[in-house]
Protein backbone atom coordinates (compact mmCIF):
# COMPACT_ATOMS: atom_id res chain seq x y z
CA UNK A 1 0.00 0.00 0.00
CA UNK A 2 1.32 3.27 -0.93
CA UNK A 3 -0.07 7.15 0.50
CA UNK A 4 0.13 9.79 -2.68
CA UNK A 5 1.05 13.02 -1.08
CA UNK A 6 1.32 16.31 -3.89
CA UNK A 7 3.59 19.24 -3.24
CA UNK A 8 5.07 22.11 -5.58
CA UNK A 9 1.74 23.58 -6.97
CA UNK A 10 0.92 27.65 -7.01
CA UNK A 11 0.48 30.28 -9.40
CA UNK A 12 2.00 31.13 -12.47
CA UNK A 13 1.31 32.75 -15.51
CA UNK A 14 0.58 31.38 -18.71
CA UNK A 15 3.07 30.24 -20.68
CA UNK A 16 5.19 29.75 -17.71
CA UNK A 17 6.72 26.48 -16.03
CA UNK A 18 6.21 24.20 -12.97
CA UNK A 19 6.33 21.04 -11.90
CA UNK A 20 4.43 18.55 -9.41
CA UNK A 21 5.51 15.95 -7.24
CA UNK A 22 4.13 13.05 -5.72
CA UNK A 23 5.97 11.45 -2.76
CA UNK A 24 3.91 7.77 -1.69
CA UNK A 25 5.13 6.06 0.98
CA UNK A 26 5.59 2.30 1.03
CA UNK A 27 8.70 0.08 0.15
CA UNK A 28 6.97 -1.38 -3.21
CA UNK A 29 6.93 1.79 -4.79
CA UNK A 30 8.44 0.57 -7.98
CA UNK A 31 5.91 -1.64 -8.78
CA UNK A 32 2.74 0.93 -8.73
CA UNK A 33 2.01 2.47 -12.30
CA UNK A 34 1.41 6.21 -10.94
CA UNK A 35 -0.69 8.67 -12.74
CA UNK A 36 -1.72 12.36 -13.01
CA UNK A 37 -5.09 13.36 -12.68
CA UNK A 38 -6.70 17.13 -12.31
CA UNK A 39 -10.06 18.29 -11.64
CA UNK A 40 -10.90 22.21 -12.82
CA UNK A 41 -14.23 23.66 -11.01
CA UNK A 42 -17.14 22.94 -12.09
CA UNK A 43 -15.47 19.86 -14.41
CA UNK A 44 -15.09 16.08 -13.67
CA UNK A 45 -11.89 14.90 -12.96
CA UNK A 46 -10.23 14.01 -16.16
CA UNK A 47 -6.55 11.92 -16.53
CA UNK A 48 -3.27 13.83 -17.24
CA UNK A 49 -0.31 11.57 -17.41
CA UNK A 50 0.97 7.79 -16.36
CA UNK A 51 4.26 6.18 -15.95
CA UNK A 52 4.62 2.48 -16.03
CA UNK A 53 6.06 0.71 -13.50
CA UNK A 54 7.79 -1.06 -15.75
CA UNK A 55 10.58 0.14 -17.95
CA UNK A 56 9.00 3.97 -17.53
CA UNK A 57 6.69 3.66 -20.29
CA UNK A 58 4.65 7.10 -19.95
CA UNK A 59 0.66 8.38 -21.67
CA UNK A 60 -0.71 11.60 -22.08
CA UNK A 61 -3.70 13.42 -22.82
CA UNK A 62 -3.85 15.25 -25.79
CA UNK A 63 -4.33 18.05 -24.70
CA UNK A 64 -0.99 17.97 -22.79
CA UNK A 65 1.21 16.17 -24.80
CA UNK A 66 4.39 18.02 -25.91
CA UNK A 67 3.68 20.46 -22.80
CA UNK A 68 3.81 17.95 -20.00
CA UNK A 69 6.46 15.42 -18.92
CA UNK A 70 6.20 12.53 -16.27
CA UNK A 71 9.12 11.18 -15.00
CA UNK A 72 9.51 8.35 -11.69
CA UNK A 73 12.86 8.18 -9.20
CA UNK A 74 12.14 5.17 -7.54
CA UNK A 75 14.76 5.42 -5.43
CA UNK A 76 12.95 8.42 -3.85
CA UNK A 77 9.53 7.18 -4.15
CA UNK A 78 8.96 9.94 -6.15
CA UNK A 79 6.95 10.85 -9.62
CA UNK A 80 7.14 14.58 -11.19
CA UNK A 81 5.06 16.21 -13.56
CA UNK A 82 6.89 19.27 -14.75
CA UNK A 83 4.44 21.33 -17.22
CA UNK A 84 5.81 24.21 -19.40
CA UNK A 85 3.93 26.49 -21.61
CA UNK A 86 1.03 26.81 -19.30
CA UNK A 87 -2.43 28.25 -20.32
CA UNK A 88 -5.70 29.69 -17.91
CA UNK A 89 -7.44 26.08 -19.08
CA UNK A 90 -5.06 23.96 -17.18
CA UNK A 91 -5.51 25.74 -13.88
CA UNK A 92 -6.87 22.76 -11.91
CA UNK A 93 -6.21 20.64 -8.56
CA UNK A 94 -3.57 18.31 -9.39
CA UNK A 95 -3.99 14.82 -8.29
CA UNK A 96 -1.39 11.95 -7.99
CA UNK A 97 -2.69 8.12 -7.53
CA UNK A 98 -1.46 4.85 -7.27
CA UNK A 99 -1.97 1.10 -8.80
CA UNK A 100 -0.38 -1.80 -7.74
CA UNK A 101 1.25 -3.16 -11.42
CA UNK A 102 -1.32 -1.38 -13.16
CA UNK A 103 -1.44 -1.17 -16.53
CA UNK A 104 -0.56 2.06 -18.19
CA UNK A 105 -3.91 3.12 -20.42
CA UNK A 106 -6.30 2.08 -17.37
CA UNK A 107 -8.03 5.25 -15.23
CA UNK A 108 -8.55 3.20 -12.68
CA UNK A 109 -6.26 4.04 -9.39
CA UNK A 110 -6.55 2.71 -5.58
CA UNK A 111 -4.83 5.24 -3.99
CA UNK A 112 -5.07 9.46 -4.36
CA UNK A 113 -3.31 12.22 -2.81
CA UNK A 114 -5.25 14.75 -1.75
CA UNK A 115 -4.14 17.41 -4.34
CA UNK A 116 -2.37 20.32 -5.30
CA UNK A 117 -3.50 23.76 -6.27
CA UNK A 118 -2.30 24.96 -9.63
CA UNK A 119 -3.28 28.06 -11.21
CA UNK A 120 -2.51 29.68 -14.21
CA UNK A 121 -2.81 33.60 -14.79
CA UNK A 122 -3.49 35.66 -17.97
Known amino acids: QVQPVESGGGLVQAGGSLRVSCAAS????????MGWFRQAPGKEREFVAA????????HYADSVKGRFTISRDDAKNTVNLQMKSLKPEDTAVYYC???????????????WGQGTQVTVSS
Open 97 to 111: AARLMGPLYSYNYDY
Open 26 to 33: GRTFSQYT
Open 51 to 58: IHWTRGVT
